[in-house]
Protein backbone atom coordinates (compact mmCIF):
# COMPACT_ATOMS: atom_id res chain seq x y z
CA UNK A 1 0.00 0.00 0.00
CA UNK A 2 1.66 3.46 -0.63
CA UNK A 3 1.34 6.62 1.40
CA UNK A 4 -1.44 8.50 -0.62
CA UNK A 5 -0.37 11.89 1.38
CA UNK A 6 3.13 11.63 0.50
CA UNK A 7 1.61 11.26 -2.88
CA UNK A 8 -0.37 14.46 -2.77
CA UNK A 9 2.84 16.19 -1.04
CA UNK A 10 5.35 15.14 -4.05
CA UNK A 11 3.07 16.66 -6.59
CA UNK A 12 2.07 19.70 -4.68
CA UNK A 13 6.23 19.82 -3.97
CA UNK A 14 7.05 19.39 -8.03
CA UNK A 15 8.81 16.21 -6.96
CA UNK A 16 8.59 14.52 -9.70
CA UNK A 17 10.77 11.53 -9.37
CA UNK A 18 9.15 10.71 -5.97
CA UNK A 19 5.69 11.22 -7.68
CA UNK A 20 6.47 8.49 -10.50
CA UNK A 21 8.12 6.06 -8.20
CA UNK A 22 5.10 6.13 -5.42
CA UNK A 23 2.91 5.95 -9.08
CA UNK A 24 4.76 3.19 -10.30
CA UNK A 25 4.49 1.25 -7.01
CA UNK A 26 0.61 1.55 -7.29
CA UNK A 27 0.53 -0.46 -10.32
CA UNK A 28 2.87 -2.75 -9.56
CA UNK A 29 0.97 -3.73 -6.81
CA UNK A 30 -2.41 -4.89 -9.42
CA UNK A 31 -3.27 -1.30 -9.31
CA UNK A 32 -6.06 -1.45 -6.29
CA UNK A 33 -5.23 1.99 -5.17
CA UNK A 34 -5.48 4.18 -7.93
CA UNK A 35 -8.37 5.77 -8.23
CA UNK A 36 -7.33 7.49 -4.66
CA UNK A 37 -3.61 8.01 -6.20
CA UNK A 38 -5.53 10.04 -8.82
CA UNK A 39 -7.43 11.42 -5.78
CA UNK A 40 -4.13 12.54 -4.72
CA UNK A 41 -2.72 13.58 -7.71
CA UNK A 42 -5.42 15.68 -7.82
CA UNK A 43 -5.16 17.37 -4.38
CA UNK A 44 -1.75 18.24 -5.16
CA UNK A 45 -2.45 20.23 -7.82
CA UNK A 46 -4.89 21.63 -5.30
CA UNK A 47 -1.68 22.88 -3.67
CA UNK A 48 -0.08 23.90 -6.73
CA UNK A 49 -2.91 25.89 -7.27
CA UNK A 50 -2.67 27.70 -3.51
CA UNK A 51 0.91 28.01 -4.19
CA UNK A 52 0.43 29.77 -7.87
CA UNK A 53 -2.15 32.21 -6.30
CA UNK A 54 -0.25 33.07 -3.02
CA UNK A 55 3.13 33.65 -5.64
CA UNK A 56 5.07 30.89 -4.43
CA UNK A 57 4.87 29.28 -8.13
CA UNK A 58 4.26 30.75 -11.60
CA UNK A 59 4.17 29.79 -14.87
CA UNK A 60 6.71 27.48 -15.07
CA UNK A 61 5.86 25.69 -12.09
CA UNK A 62 2.40 25.28 -13.46
CA UNK A 63 3.34 23.98 -16.86
CA UNK A 64 5.83 21.30 -14.51
CA UNK A 65 2.92 20.43 -12.64
CA UNK A 66 0.52 19.62 -15.85
CA UNK A 67 3.13 17.42 -17.23
CA UNK A 68 3.59 15.69 -13.99
CA UNK A 69 -0.52 15.47 -13.99
CA UNK A 70 -0.20 13.97 -17.70
CA UNK A 71 2.23 11.74 -16.83
CA UNK A 72 0.57 10.54 -13.97
CA UNK A 73 -2.79 9.97 -15.82
CA UNK A 74 -0.55 7.53 -18.20
CA UNK A 75 0.91 5.13 -15.79
CA UNK A 76 -2.58 5.26 -13.86
CA UNK A 77 -5.06 5.20 -17.19
CA UNK A 78 -5.54 1.15 -17.51
CA UNK A 79 -6.26 0.87 -13.42
CA UNK A 80 -8.51 3.78 -12.84
CA UNK A 81 -12.00 2.50 -13.07
CA UNK A 82 -14.81 5.09 -13.84
CA UNK A 83 -16.87 5.72 -11.10
CA UNK A 84 -20.88 6.42 -10.79
CA UNK A 85 -21.40 10.11 -12.70
CA UNK A 86 -18.22 9.60 -13.88
CA UNK A 87 -16.49 13.57 -15.04
CA UNK A 88 -17.90 16.73 -13.47
CA UNK A 89 -17.77 18.00 -16.98
CA UNK A 90 -17.32 17.73 -20.67
CA UNK A 91 -15.55 21.06 -21.80
CA UNK A 92 -13.57 21.80 -25.59
CA UNK A 93 -10.34 23.49 -25.48
CA UNK A 94 -8.26 24.52 -28.17
CA UNK A 95 -5.76 26.67 -29.41
CA UNK A 96 -7.64 29.25 -32.22
CA UNK A 97 -6.80 29.32 -35.86
CA UNK A 98 -3.36 30.96 -36.81
CA UNK A 99 -1.92 30.59 -33.26
CA UNK A 100 0.75 27.68 -32.64
CA UNK A 101 1.01 28.58 -28.71
CA UNK A 102 0.09 25.14 -27.03
CA UNK A 103 1.69 25.91 -23.70
CA UNK A 104 -1.10 28.11 -21.92
CA UNK A 105 -3.82 25.58 -23.33
CA UNK A 106 -2.04 22.13 -21.78
CA UNK A 107 -1.48 23.55 -18.31
CA UNK A 108 -5.25 24.71 -18.35
CA UNK A 109 -5.88 21.22 -19.43
CA UNK A 110 -4.09 19.49 -17.27
CA UNK A 111 -5.43 21.38 -14.08
CA UNK A 112 -9.12 20.91 -15.54
CA UNK A 113 -8.60 17.33 -15.48
CA UNK A 114 -7.02 17.29 -12.32
CA UNK A 115 -10.38 18.99 -11.48
CA UNK A 116 -12.33 16.41 -12.69
CA UNK A 117 -13.59 17.54 -16.16
CA UNK A 118 -13.20 15.41 -19.06
CA UNK A 119 -11.63 17.64 -21.84
CA UNK A 120 -11.83 17.01 -25.44
CA UNK A 121 -8.40 18.64 -27.34
CA UNK A 122 -8.39 20.05 -30.15
CA UNK A 123 -4.46 20.81 -30.34
CA UNK A 124 -3.63 24.26 -32.26
CA UNK A 125 -4.64 26.13 -34.93
CA UNK A 126 -8.05 25.04 -35.12
CA UNK A 127 -10.96 26.48 -37.65
CA UNK A 128 -13.91 27.41 -36.08
CA UNK A 129 -15.58 25.10 -38.42
CA UNK A 130 -13.70 22.59 -36.46
CA UNK A 131 -14.41 23.69 -33.63
CA UNK A 132 -18.57 23.90 -33.81
CA UNK A 133 -18.73 21.06 -35.63
CA UNK A 134 -17.19 19.10 -32.31
CA UNK A 135 -19.75 20.82 -30.23
CA UNK A 136 -22.39 19.23 -32.45
CA UNK A 137 -21.38 16.06 -32.67
CA UNK A 138 -19.84 15.90 -28.47
CA UNK A 139 -23.38 18.12 -27.93
CA UNK A 140 -20.80 19.91 -25.44
CA UNK A 141 -21.84 22.63 -23.42
CA UNK A 142 -18.38 24.57 -22.38
CA UNK A 143 -15.69 25.74 -24.95
CA UNK A 144 -12.53 27.15 -24.01
CA UNK A 145 -10.43 29.08 -26.63
CA UNK A 146 -6.65 30.25 -26.11
CA UNK A 147 -4.11 32.35 -27.74
CA UNK A 148 -1.15 33.91 -27.48
CA UNK A 149 -0.73 36.47 -30.24
CA UNK A 150 -2.97 39.51 -30.93
CA UNK A 151 -4.68 37.86 -34.48
CA UNK A 152 -5.71 35.54 -32.00
CA UNK A 153 -8.68 37.46 -30.00
CA UNK A 154 -10.18 38.05 -33.77
CA UNK A 155 -10.22 34.02 -34.49
CA UNK A 156 -11.91 33.80 -31.57
CA UNK A 157 -14.63 36.05 -32.43
CA UNK A 158 -14.93 34.47 -35.21
CA UNK A 159 -15.54 31.24 -33.39
CA UNK A 160 -18.03 32.26 -31.06
CA UNK A 161 -19.46 34.25 -34.00
CA UNK A 162 -19.75 30.52 -36.00
CA UNK A 163 -21.36 29.11 -32.77
CA UNK A 164 -24.09 31.83 -32.91
CA UNK A 165 -24.87 31.49 -36.23
CA UNK A 166 -25.07 27.82 -36.02
CA UNK A 167 -27.77 28.08 -33.12
CA UNK A 168 -25.55 27.07 -30.11
CA UNK A 169 -26.59 30.04 -27.95
CA UNK A 170 -26.49 27.80 -24.99
CA UNK A 171 -22.74 27.38 -25.30
CA UNK A 172 -20.12 28.91 -23.05
CA UNK A 173 -17.39 30.35 -24.36
CA UNK A 174 -14.51 31.64 -22.48
CA UNK A 175 -11.30 32.98 -23.52
CA UNK A 176 -7.53 33.21 -21.69
CA UNK A 177 -4.34 33.85 -23.04
CA UNK A 178 -1.96 36.75 -23.29
CA UNK A 179 -3.80 39.49 -25.74
CA UNK A 180 -6.96 38.57 -23.33
CA UNK A 181 -8.64 41.03 -21.20
CA UNK A 182 -12.18 42.71 -20.59
CA UNK A 183 -11.82 44.73 -24.12
CA UNK A 184 -11.25 41.20 -26.16
CA UNK A 185 -13.93 39.53 -24.45
CA UNK A 186 -16.74 42.35 -25.15
CA UNK A 187 -15.34 42.01 -29.05
CA UNK A 188 -15.43 38.34 -29.14
CA UNK A 189 -19.04 38.00 -27.51
CA UNK A 190 -17.36 35.24 -25.40
CA UNK A 191 -19.13 34.66 -21.97
CA UNK A 192 -16.09 35.30 -19.87
CA UNK A 193 -12.62 35.64 -20.19
CA UNK A 194 -10.24 34.17 -17.41
CA UNK A 195 -6.47 35.15 -16.37
CA UNK A 196 -5.14 32.24 -15.08
CA UNK A 197 -6.20 28.18 -14.95
CA UNK A 198 -7.58 28.88 -11.23
CA UNK A 199 -10.35 31.02 -12.70
CA UNK A 200 -11.24 28.91 -15.55
CA UNK A 201 -11.58 26.00 -13.58
CA UNK A 202 -13.87 27.89 -11.21
CA UNK A 203 -15.89 29.34 -14.47
CA UNK A 204 -16.20 25.51 -15.87
CA UNK A 205 -17.56 23.95 -12.29
CA UNK A 206 -20.25 27.34 -12.31
CA UNK A 207 -21.27 26.28 -15.42
CA UNK A 208 -21.66 22.66 -15.47
CA UNK B 1 24.92 61.91 -40.92
CA UNK B 2 22.63 64.92 -41.29
CA UNK B 3 21.49 67.62 -39.65
CA UNK B 4 17.94 65.96 -39.60
CA UNK B 5 19.75 62.59 -38.16
CA UNK B 6 21.67 64.44 -35.73
CA UNK B 7 18.49 66.75 -33.85
CA UNK B 8 16.76 63.16 -34.15
CA UNK B 9 19.04 61.69 -31.90
CA UNK B 10 19.59 64.14 -29.93
CA UNK B 11 15.79 64.08 -29.05
CA UNK B 12 15.77 60.32 -28.32
CA UNK B 13 19.11 61.35 -25.75
CA UNK B 14 17.47 63.86 -24.12
CA UNK B 15 14.33 61.36 -23.55
CA UNK B 16 16.99 58.81 -22.19
CA UNK B 17 18.50 61.08 -20.28
CA UNK B 18 14.81 62.45 -18.59
CA UNK B 19 15.26 66.16 -19.96
CA UNK B 20 12.71 67.87 -20.94
CA UNK B 21 11.87 68.34 -25.14
CA UNK B 22 10.03 70.27 -27.57
CA UNK B 23 8.25 66.88 -28.88
CA UNK B 24 8.55 63.29 -27.51
CA UNK B 25 9.99 60.93 -30.33
CA UNK B 26 7.72 58.34 -32.35
CA UNK B 27 9.98 54.90 -32.49
CA UNK B 28 8.05 52.48 -34.56
CA UNK B 29 7.46 49.17 -33.04
CA UNK B 30 6.18 47.57 -36.37
CA UNK B 31 8.19 44.54 -37.54
CA UNK B 32 5.66 42.42 -40.37
CA UNK B 33 3.25 44.62 -40.04
CA UNK B 34 4.54 46.71 -42.40
CA UNK B 35 4.45 44.50 -45.42
CA UNK B 36 0.79 44.01 -44.10
CA UNK B 37 0.24 47.80 -44.97
CA UNK B 38 1.97 47.39 -48.41
CA UNK B 39 0.77 45.43 -51.56
CA UNK B 40 3.08 42.11 -50.65
CA UNK B 41 2.12 39.11 -49.05
CA UNK B 42 4.16 38.39 -46.03
CA UNK B 43 5.31 34.82 -47.71
CA UNK B 44 6.72 36.77 -50.44
CA UNK B 45 8.42 39.54 -48.96
CA UNK B 46 9.97 37.54 -46.36
CA UNK B 47 11.92 35.70 -49.01
CA UNK B 48 12.66 39.15 -52.00
CA UNK B 49 14.57 41.47 -50.34
CA UNK B 50 13.76 44.01 -52.86
CA UNK B 51 9.85 43.30 -52.23
CA UNK B 52 10.71 43.50 -48.36
CA UNK B 53 12.81 46.89 -49.30
CA UNK B 54 9.60 48.50 -50.94
CA UNK B 55 7.59 47.51 -48.52
CA UNK B 56 9.68 49.08 -45.65
CA UNK B 57 10.68 51.99 -48.03
CA UNK B 58 7.31 52.83 -48.64
CA UNK B 59 6.04 52.28 -45.02
CA UNK B 60 8.80 55.17 -43.82
CA UNK B 61 7.39 57.19 -46.75
CA UNK B 62 4.46 57.13 -45.52
CA UNK B 63 4.52 57.68 -41.85
CA UNK B 64 7.90 59.44 -41.26
CA UNK B 65 8.60 58.16 -37.57
CA UNK B 66 11.81 59.36 -35.98
CA UNK B 67 13.41 55.75 -35.90
CA UNK B 68 12.66 51.93 -36.15
CA UNK B 69 13.36 48.99 -34.16
CA UNK B 70 13.00 46.87 -37.67
CA UNK B 71 14.03 48.16 -40.84
CA UNK B 72 13.11 44.33 -42.84
CA UNK B 73 16.43 42.60 -41.23
CA UNK B 74 15.29 40.87 -38.64
CA UNK B 75 14.51 37.57 -40.22
CA UNK B 76 16.44 36.11 -42.06
CA UNK B 77 14.54 33.11 -43.58
CA UNK B 78 16.21 32.45 -46.63
CA UNK B 79 19.35 31.67 -44.63
CA UNK B 80 17.75 29.20 -42.50
CA UNK B 81 15.88 28.06 -45.46
CA UNK B 82 18.78 26.89 -46.75
CA UNK B 83 19.60 25.03 -43.45
CA UNK B 84 16.70 23.28 -43.94
CA UNK B 85 15.68 24.66 -40.87
CA UNK B 86 11.75 24.80 -39.41
CA UNK B 87 12.90 27.92 -37.25
CA UNK B 88 10.40 29.77 -38.34
CA UNK B 89 6.78 29.13 -39.50
CA UNK B 90 5.27 31.64 -42.27
CA UNK B 91 1.57 32.08 -43.48
CA UNK B 92 -0.55 34.79 -44.37
CA UNK B 93 -1.13 35.24 -41.23
CA UNK B 94 2.00 36.13 -39.84
CA UNK B 95 5.66 34.48 -38.61
CA UNK B 96 5.67 32.71 -35.87
CA UNK B 97 8.98 31.13 -34.62
CA UNK B 98 8.82 27.42 -33.52
CA UNK B 99 10.08 26.35 -30.17
CA UNK B 100 13.12 23.86 -30.19
CA UNK B 101 14.47 21.14 -28.01
CA UNK B 102 18.16 20.84 -28.88
CA UNK B 103 19.75 19.56 -25.39
CA UNK B 104 18.74 17.88 -21.92
CA UNK B 105 18.82 18.69 -18.82
CA UNK B 106 21.46 16.49 -17.92
CA UNK B 107 24.03 18.06 -20.26
CA UNK B 108 24.14 21.47 -18.60
CA UNK B 109 27.25 20.68 -16.92
CA UNK B 110 28.71 18.95 -20.32
CA UNK B 111 27.77 22.76 -21.57
CA UNK B 112 29.22 24.52 -19.17
CA UNK B 113 32.57 23.17 -19.51
CA UNK B 114 32.56 24.19 -23.08
CA UNK B 115 29.70 26.26 -24.17
CA UNK B 116 31.42 26.72 -27.94
CA UNK B 117 32.54 22.71 -28.37
CA UNK B 118 29.21 21.65 -27.23
CA UNK B 119 27.28 24.01 -29.46
CA UNK B 120 29.50 23.55 -32.77
CA UNK B 121 29.73 19.71 -31.72
CA UNK B 122 26.28 18.94 -30.64
CA UNK B 123 23.75 21.76 -30.72
CA UNK B 124 24.34 22.70 -34.25
CA UNK B 125 24.27 18.66 -35.68
CA UNK B 126 20.97 18.62 -33.79
CA UNK B 127 19.47 21.85 -35.15
CA UNK B 128 20.38 21.22 -38.47
CA UNK B 129 20.48 17.15 -39.25
CA UNK B 130 20.27 16.93 -42.63
CA UNK B 131 23.74 19.92 -43.49
CA UNK B 132 25.81 18.80 -46.00
CA UNK B 133 28.73 21.15 -47.34
CA UNK B 134 25.98 22.56 -50.43
CA UNK B 135 23.77 23.30 -47.53
CA UNK B 136 26.37 25.09 -45.81
CA UNK B 137 27.68 26.74 -49.02
CA UNK B 138 23.82 27.85 -50.09
CA UNK B 139 23.67 29.11 -46.54
CA UNK B 140 26.50 31.24 -46.71
CA UNK B 141 25.57 32.74 -49.91
CA UNK B 142 22.44 33.83 -48.64
CA UNK B 143 23.96 35.32 -45.39
CA UNK B 144 25.59 37.31 -47.59
CA UNK B 145 23.19 38.04 -49.98
CA UNK B 146 20.90 39.40 -46.24
CA UNK B 147 23.95 41.33 -45.08
CA UNK B 148 23.46 42.84 -48.14
CA UNK B 149 20.33 43.88 -47.94
CA UNK B 150 21.00 45.05 -44.52
CA UNK B 151 23.51 47.09 -45.65
CA UNK B 152 21.98 48.70 -48.44
CA UNK B 153 18.24 49.29 -46.30
CA UNK B 154 20.69 50.36 -43.63
CA UNK B 155 22.96 53.34 -45.20
CA UNK B 156 19.29 54.17 -47.26
CA UNK B 157 17.41 55.25 -43.16
CA UNK B 158 20.70 56.82 -42.42
CA UNK B 159 21.42 58.53 -45.46
CA UNK B 160 18.33 59.33 -47.39
CA UNK B 161 16.19 59.18 -44.96
CA UNK B 162 18.28 60.95 -41.73
CA UNK B 163 16.48 58.07 -39.43
CA UNK B 164 18.60 57.08 -36.30
CA UNK B 165 18.50 53.18 -35.54
CA UNK B 166 18.07 52.32 -31.72
CA UNK B 167 21.22 49.89 -31.73
CA UNK B 168 24.01 48.38 -33.48
CA UNK B 169 23.12 44.62 -34.64
CA UNK B 170 26.34 43.37 -33.14
CA UNK B 171 25.52 45.15 -29.75
CA UNK B 172 23.08 42.93 -28.94
CA UNK B 173 23.01 41.21 -25.25
CA UNK B 174 21.24 38.09 -24.71
CA UNK B 175 20.78 37.41 -21.21
CA UNK B 176 22.37 33.76 -20.82
CA UNK B 177 18.67 32.58 -19.71
CA UNK B 178 17.08 33.61 -22.69
CA UNK B 179 19.77 31.85 -24.53
CA UNK B 180 18.60 28.44 -22.57
CA UNK B 181 14.89 29.50 -23.15
CA UNK B 182 14.82 30.57 -26.73
CA UNK B 183 17.53 28.37 -28.28
CA UNK B 184 17.93 25.54 -26.89
CA UNK B 185 15.58 23.37 -24.18
CA UNK B 186 12.18 25.27 -25.20
CA UNK B 187 10.03 27.19 -23.09
CA UNK B 188 8.11 24.38 -21.55
CA UNK B 189 10.97 22.54 -20.43
CA UNK B 190 12.49 25.81 -18.44
CA UNK B 191 9.99 25.21 -16.21
CA UNK B 192 11.07 22.09 -14.84
CA UNK B 193 14.44 22.94 -15.24
CA UNK B 194 14.05 25.84 -12.89
CA UNK B 195 13.12 23.28 -10.09
CA UNK B 196 14.54 19.98 -10.65
CA UNK B 197 17.88 20.62 -12.38
CA UNK B 198 18.82 24.43 -10.83
CA UNK B 199 22.16 24.05 -9.69
CA UNK B 200 23.18 22.72 -13.76
CA UNK B 201 21.00 25.48 -15.30
CA UNK B 202 22.95 28.27 -13.20
CA UNK B 203 26.25 26.51 -13.35
CA UNK B 204 25.56 26.69 -17.43
CA UNK B 205 23.93 30.46 -17.16
CA UNK B 206 27.70 31.52 -15.54
CA UNK B 207 29.15 29.74 -17.95
CA UNK B 208 27.27 31.26 -21.39
CA UNK B 209 28.20 34.43 -19.38
CA UNK B 210 31.67 34.25 -18.78
CA UNK B 211 32.88 33.14 -22.09
CA UNK B 212 29.96 34.36 -24.31
CA UNK B 213 28.10 37.28 -22.88
CA UNK B 214 30.99 38.95 -21.61
CA UNK B 215 33.24 38.94 -24.07
CA UNK B 216 30.07 40.23 -26.49
CA UNK B 217 29.88 43.22 -24.03
CA UNK B 218 32.96 43.87 -23.48
CA UNK B 219 33.77 44.54 -27.38
CA UNK B 220 30.43 46.42 -27.98
CA UNK B 221 31.21 48.66 -25.42
CA UNK B 222 34.99 48.89 -26.90
CA UNK B 223 33.27 50.35 -30.11
CA UNK B 224 32.14 53.62 -31.24
CA UNK B 225 28.30 53.44 -31.22
CA UNK B 226 27.74 57.54 -31.31
CA UNK B 227 25.33 56.79 -33.75
CA UNK B 228 23.01 54.51 -32.58
CA UNK B 229 19.78 56.32 -29.87
CA UNK B 230 21.08 53.44 -27.23
CA UNK B 231 24.58 52.06 -27.30
CA UNK B 232 23.52 48.34 -26.83
CA UNK B 233 19.91 46.56 -26.88
CA UNK B 234 18.65 43.72 -24.66
CA UNK B 235 15.26 41.73 -25.29
CA UNK B 236 14.19 39.75 -22.13
CA UNK B 237 11.53 37.28 -22.56
CA UNK B 238 11.89 34.48 -20.32
CA UNK B 239 12.10 36.00 -17.11
CA UNK B 240 7.74 36.01 -17.28
CA UNK B 241 7.80 32.27 -16.60
CA UNK B 242 9.51 32.76 -13.11
CA UNK B 243 8.51 32.95 -9.87
CA UNK B 244 9.92 36.13 -7.95
CA UNK B 245 12.43 33.96 -5.71
CA UNK B 246 13.38 31.86 -8.92
CA UNK B 247 13.92 35.40 -11.16
CA UNK B 248 16.26 36.98 -8.00
CA UNK B 249 18.34 33.29 -8.32
CA UNK B 250 18.46 32.39 -11.44
CA UNK B 251 17.88 35.23 -13.98
CA UNK B 252 19.12 38.64 -12.15
CA UNK B 253 22.26 38.46 -11.47
CA UNK B 254 23.46 37.69 -14.54
CA UNK B 255 21.85 40.98 -16.03
CA UNK B 256 22.90 43.51 -13.09
CA UNK B 257 26.31 41.81 -13.59
CA UNK B 258 25.87 42.43 -17.15
CA UNK B 259 23.63 46.60 -16.17
CA UNK B 260 27.45 47.01 -13.91
CA UNK B 261 29.69 46.90 -16.62
CA UNK B 262 27.51 48.77 -18.74
CA UNK B 263 27.38 51.67 -16.04
CA UNK B 264 31.10 51.07 -15.17
CA UNK B 265 31.62 52.44 -18.96
CA UNK B 266 29.08 54.86 -19.20
CA UNK B 267 27.13 53.54 -21.66
CA UNK B 268 23.43 52.92 -22.56
CA UNK B 269 20.78 49.86 -22.88
CA UNK B 270 17.35 49.71 -24.59
CA UNK B 271 15.73 47.30 -22.63
CA UNK B 272 12.43 45.20 -24.45
CA UNK B 273 10.51 43.69 -21.59
CA UNK B 274 8.15 41.37 -23.43
CA UNK B 275 5.45 40.28 -21.61
CA UNK B 276 5.02 41.76 -17.44
CA UNK B 277 8.07 42.87 -15.70
CA UNK B 278 6.01 44.66 -12.97
CA UNK B 279 6.37 41.93 -10.91
CA UNK B 280 10.26 42.49 -11.16
CA UNK B 281 10.33 46.18 -11.11
CA UNK B 282 12.38 46.73 -8.03
CA UNK B 283 14.91 45.00 -9.33
CA UNK B 284 15.06 47.75 -11.89
CA UNK B 285 15.22 50.70 -9.11
CA UNK B 286 19.08 51.13 -8.46
CA UNK B 287 19.96 51.97 -12.36
CA UNK B 288 21.17 54.81 -12.41
CA UNK B 289 19.01 57.98 -14.18
CA UNK B 290 20.09 57.81 -18.14
CA UNK B 291 21.78 54.73 -18.14
CA UNK B 292 18.63 52.27 -19.54
CA UNK B 293 15.28 52.42 -21.45
CA UNK B 294 12.55 50.59 -20.66
CA UNK B 295 10.23 49.33 -23.41
CA UNK B 296 6.89 47.80 -21.38
CA UNK B 297 4.91 45.42 -23.15
CA UNK B 298 1.60 44.19 -21.55
CA UNK B 299 2.11 46.24 -18.06
CA UNK B 300 0.46 49.60 -17.58
CA UNK B 301 2.74 51.68 -18.82
CA UNK B 302 1.30 54.44 -15.91
CA UNK B 303 2.36 51.80 -12.96
CA UNK B 304 5.54 51.34 -14.05
CA UNK B 305 6.03 55.37 -13.94
CA UNK B 306 5.11 55.40 -10.69
CA UNK B 307 7.45 52.41 -9.27
CA UNK B 308 10.41 53.50 -11.97
CA UNK B 309 10.27 57.46 -12.00
CA UNK B 310 14.15 57.66 -12.67
CA UNK B 311 13.79 55.53 -16.26
CA UNK B 312 13.23 56.07 -19.23
CA UNK B 313 10.10 54.19 -20.74
CA UNK B 314 9.31 53.71 -24.27
CA UNK B 315 6.32 51.71 -25.57
CA UNK B 316 2.56 52.46 -24.13
CA UNK B 317 0.54 52.95 -27.21
CA UNK B 318 -2.06 50.09 -27.24
CA UNK B 319 -2.23 47.40 -30.13
CA UNK B 320 -5.63 46.42 -29.58
CA UNK B 321 -6.22 50.19 -29.87
CA UNK B 322 -4.73 50.76 -33.01
CA UNK B 323 -5.92 47.72 -34.78
CA UNK B 324 -9.95 47.84 -33.00
CA UNK B 325 -10.19 51.64 -32.18
CA UNK B 326 -11.08 54.82 -34.13
CA UNK B 327 -8.65 57.41 -34.68
CA UNK B 328 -9.79 59.65 -32.25
CA UNK B 329 -9.86 57.09 -29.20
CA UNK B 330 -5.94 56.37 -30.49
CA UNK B 331 -4.91 60.21 -30.70
CA UNK B 332 -6.91 60.25 -27.06
CA UNK B 333 -4.75 57.64 -25.20
CA UNK B 334 -1.55 58.99 -27.33
CA UNK B 335 -2.36 62.17 -25.67
CA UNK B 336 -2.68 60.50 -22.15
CA UNK B 337 0.42 58.69 -22.51
CA UNK B 338 2.53 61.92 -23.56
CA UNK B 339 1.04 64.28 -20.86
CA UNK B 340 1.11 61.77 -18.11
CA UNK B 341 4.41 60.24 -18.78
CA UNK B 342 6.44 63.26 -18.70
CA UNK B 343 9.94 63.52 -19.32
CA UNK B 344 11.42 60.60 -20.29
CA UNK B 345 9.52 58.98 -23.00
CA UNK B 346 9.44 57.15 -25.82
CA UNK B 347 6.44 56.51 -27.96
CA UNK B 348 5.79 53.71 -29.42
CA UNK B 349 3.29 50.58 -29.62
CA UNK B 350 3.51 48.07 -26.80
CA UNK B 351 3.96 45.14 -28.64
CA UNK B 352 5.26 44.84 -32.15
CA UNK B 353 3.25 45.40 -34.82
CA UNK B 354 3.37 41.74 -36.35
CA UNK B 355 -0.24 40.81 -37.99
CA UNK B 356 -2.64 42.11 -40.18
CA UNK B 357 -5.40 43.21 -37.91
CA UNK B 358 -2.80 44.82 -35.21
CA UNK B 359 -2.96 48.10 -36.43
CA UNK B 360 -5.36 50.38 -39.08
CA UNK B 361 -3.60 52.42 -41.72
CA UNK B 362 -5.52 55.30 -40.41
CA UNK B 363 -5.01 55.07 -36.80
CA UNK B 364 -1.70 54.98 -37.66
CA UNK B 365 -1.45 58.15 -39.49
CA UNK B 366 -3.48 60.49 -37.21
CA UNK B 367 -1.35 58.85 -34.11
CA UNK B 368 1.68 59.81 -35.89
CA UNK B 369 0.76 63.24 -37.45
CA UNK B 370 -0.22 63.68 -33.57
CA UNK B 371 2.77 62.96 -31.61
CA UNK B 372 4.80 64.71 -34.23
CA UNK B 373 3.11 68.12 -33.49
CA UNK B 374 2.09 67.90 -29.63
CA UNK B 375 4.02 70.11 -27.52
CA UNK B 376 5.05 72.32 -30.11
Known amino acids: M???????????????????????????EGGA?????????????????????????????LIYAGEIMQESV????????????????RVLICTVKDDLHDIGKNIVKAILEASGFDVVDLGIDTPPEKIVETVQKEQLKIVLLSGVLTLAVDSMKAVVDQLREAGLDDVKVLIGGAPVNEDACRRTGADAWARNPQDTVRFCQAWV | ????????????????????????????????????????????????SAKMEKAVCGF?????????MDIGARNPVRVLDALGSSYYEITDAGLNVVDH????????????????????????????????GKHIEAALMEFLGHANFTGQIGKKFVEEYECPSVYGGANVVIPPYEYFFQTTRGIRNMGRDARK?????????????????????????SQDSSMYVCDTYMAIIGYGILSEKQFGEIYWPTVKTVLDLLDKADKTMYVFCEGEMLRYADYFQDIPKGRVVLHVENDDIFEVRKRLPGLCLAGGMKVELLGNGTPQECVDYAKKLIDELGDGYIFSENKMLSFKNDCKRENLLAVREFVRDYRR
Request: proline share 3%; aromatic share 10%; charged share 35%.
Open chain 2, 1 to 48: MGKLYNEKLQLFRDNVSMKHTDRIPYLSNAFTWKVFDSEFSLPEAVRD
Open chain 2, 101 to 132: VLMEPEEYTEYAKNPDLFGWTKLMKRKFPDVK
Open chain 1, 2 to 28: VDLTRLMDAVGELEEDEAREILRQVME
Open chain 1, 74 to 89: EILKDAIVSGEGGAKG
Open chain 2, 60 to 68: HERYHFDAY
Open chain 2, 197 to 221: YKEQLIEAINAQLEKNVLPGLKYAL
Open chain 1, 33 to 61: QANEAMEACQKGMDIVGERFESGEYFVGD
